[in-house]
């Protein structure tokens, strides 16, 4: 996330519910994608969740972002 998309964020979520809940679920998902990081090895599982993680935080980013447009 770029700062001023992270600023934009930052300000909307303390009054906007759906994307204070949206900013701890890519906090939670950031700190399991640094968790699988700091691996020095990764299953096929693991690279798979971290796929899918990926996915998921950039879809919250692209959510957060369009509802502190609008």
């Keep these: 996330m770029e700062s001023h998309e992270r ?3 930052e300000r909307v979520r303390e009054t906007n ?18 968790k699988l990081g700091r691996q020095a ?5 693991e690279e798979a969740e971290e796929r899918k993680l990926k996915q998921l ?5 692209e959510r957060m ?3 502190a447009a609008g």
């Design 7 to 9: 600023e934009l964020i």
């Design 17 to 34: 519910f759906e994307v204070k809940k949206l900013y701890k679920q890519h906090q939670e998902l950031e700190d399991r994608l640094k």
């Design 65 to 67: 972002l369009k509802l």
């Design 57 to 61: 935080k950039l879809r919250g980013v």
């Design 41 to 45: 090895f990764l299953t096929s599982a």
